[in-house]
Structure formats: structure tokens, C-alpha cells
């Protein structure tokens, strides 16, 4: 059962332009969720992260909206450019009890971003 | 401050073999969560650890385990490795384990052959 969905696999922008990721949940318990890059055959770096208790988090060309009414994140990135083609992982946790150190991943969008 | 250590980052293994992969967390951190990562599974909980003690198990079978030591440095365990066991197995540390960031090794990439 996959309680964080990624529906595009894939997103190719122009360097310059607006690249826009997109996640959804189900699980209405998560509380904290955080945007992931990831390059083959090595490790996830995180990016930015934001808590329940707000809808929007900005760290340089990257910002995050959280949508909870519509269990729906995003992730902006203003401008693109071809360092940023890479794996892009959403992942959700939950506080306490069988969710413990456990993060939700998202089946990942390849972001390619060309000249 | 250096990042999660993982060893060794490659490893061939033959089937019913068996493999010890090791995870230094961040110095500090005392939660330590490992996952498998497949192709057609995607990133996938195997299990967390903090104070040497399991606190969280995803659904994996018992051929998967782990443990954690004094010093927070923790090791996970496949016996009788499969040919789908195949995979990059990542470990991630934070500080308490919920509702924080979890940072995330190189990976080893295990091929059972």
C-alpha cells in the first residue's frame, strides 16, 4: 500500500524555468515531510523538509507547499538548472508508536533539466 | 562533522551465503534506520534502532536483521541471501528518530549472484 505517491516519473524543463514536483499522501497521521535528491548508486541528500504546522518552506531556489486539506506537497525550483538532474524522492513520517524512525518514500520523479 | 559511513560499498555474494553490511551514524545521532532499495520496490523500511534497541521493523522476513551498539554504529544482517535480495541497502541516522530530517549514507550495493 503506498501511502506516498509520486504520479510523474518523469519531468524535463528548460534550464531557467520553474521545475514544479508533485506529491501526495494518504495517510492523514503524517507530520513531517521532506524532498530528497538522489543520483544512481549512491545515497538520498536531503533537500528541505516541512513540518504540518505550515504550508510553505523556502530555502534558496528551492521552496515547498504543503497542501493538508489535500494531502498534497510540492516542490518549486526557481530557476532550474542541469546540476539539478537527478531522482527527486517525497517522504512523510508520523510521531510515535509503529512509525518510528520510519520515512515513507515516494516512488521518485527523474527531473531532467537541459540547456 | 563527517556524514554516515556505510562498508563496505559494494559486495558480491552467492546464493544461501550470508552478509554483515556496517553504518557509522553522524557523531550524535542515536537512531539508525535502514532501507532497501530496489528497482521495482523502491526505497522500502527494513528497521530503526536507537539505544541499541529495535524499535520499528518494516515487512521484511526474518532472514533480514540488525543490531546497534554502544557507540550508536549499527550492523544489519542477511542470512541465506537470495537471488532478490539484490540491491543498494542505505542507512540513514537522526537524532531521535521522529518528526526530523534523516540523513542517508552512500548505500552498499549488494549483488547475489
Known amino acids: 500500500d503506498q501511502q506516498v505517491k509520486q504520479n510523474s516519473p518523469s519531468l524535463s524543463v528548460q534550464e531557467g524555468r520553474i521545475s514544479i514536483l508533485n506529491c501526495d499522501y494518504t495517510n492523514s497521521m503524517f507530520d513531517y515531510f521532506l524532498w530528497y535528491k538522489k543520483y544512481p548508486a549512491e545515497g538520498p541528500t536531503f533537500l528541505i523538509s516541512i513540518s504540518s504546522i505550515k504550508d510553505k518552506n523556502e530555502d534558496g531556489r528551492f521552496t515547498v507547499f504543503l497542501n493538508k486539506s489535500a494531502k498534497h506537497l510540492s516542490l518549486h525550483i526557481v530557476p532550474s538548472q542541469p546540476g539539478d538532474s537527478a531522482v527527486y524522492f517525497c517522504?512523510?513520517?508520523?510521531?510515535?508508536?509503529?512509525?518510528?524512525?520510519?520515512?515513507?518514500f515516494g516512488r521518485g520523479t527523474q527531473l531532467t533539466v537541459w540547456p | 562533522k563527517a556524514g554516515v559511513t556505510q562498508t563496505p560499498r559494494y559486495l558480491i555474494k552467492t546464493r544461501g551465503q550470508q552478509v554483515t553490511l556496517s553504518c557509522s551514524p553522524i557523531?550524535?545521532?542515536?537512531?539508525v534506520s535502514w532501507y532497501q532499495q530496489t528497482p521495482g520496490q523502491g526505497l522500502q523500511f527494513l528497521f530503526e534502532?536507537?539505544?541499541?534497541?529495535?524499535?520499528n521493523k518494516g515487512n521484511f522476513p526474518g532472514r533480514f536483521s540488525g543490531r546497534q551498539f554502544s557507540n550508536s554504529r549499527s550492523e544489519m544482517n542477511v542470512s541465506t541471501l537470495e537471488l532478490g535480495d539484490s540491491a543498494l541497502y542505505l542507512c540513514a541516522s537522526s537524532w531521535e528518530g521522529f518528526q526530523e530530517t534523516q540523513y542517508f549514507g552512500p548505500g552498499t550495493r549488494l549483488l547475489v549472484l
Open positions: 534502532y536507537f539505544s541499541e534497541t529495535q524499535r
Open positions: 517522504a512523510a513520517s508520523a510521531s510515535g508508536g509503529s512509525t518510528l524512525g520510519r520515512l515513507y
Open positions: 557523531s550524535g545521532h542515536r537512531s
